[in-house]
């Protein structure tokens, strides 16, 4: 199983390099199949390549809905360890 995340651009660096920021924690990744991306886009990273720009509404529609799945599952653990 594959899964890819909106990130947002905190910082252009050389190199088609940037950092992003991933539910707070920075992560370098490269920008090299994508165009024209500015501090503030989101993108959608793979494996460390962000494949494709993403509208902000729709990633903060993405990301609620990966926090509602974090908050389900544990619900669900601390349910099934009860």
Avoid at 24 to 51: C, M, N, P
Avoid at 53 to 82: C, I, K, M, N
């Amino acid at each position: 199983m594959c899964l890819a995340l909106p990130c947002r651009i905190v910082e252009l660096l050389p190199g088609e390099q940037a950092m992003v920021d991933v539910a707070g924690v920075g992560r370098q990744i490269s920008l090299a199949l994508v165009e024209e991306v500015a501090v503030g886009d989101y993108v959608i990273v793979h494996v460390g390549y962000a494949l494709t720009r993403l509208d902000a509404d729709e990633a903060q529609r993405t990301l609620a809905l990966f926090a509602e799945l974090g908050q389900a599952a544990v619900q669900e653990t601390r349910a099934l360890s009860a």
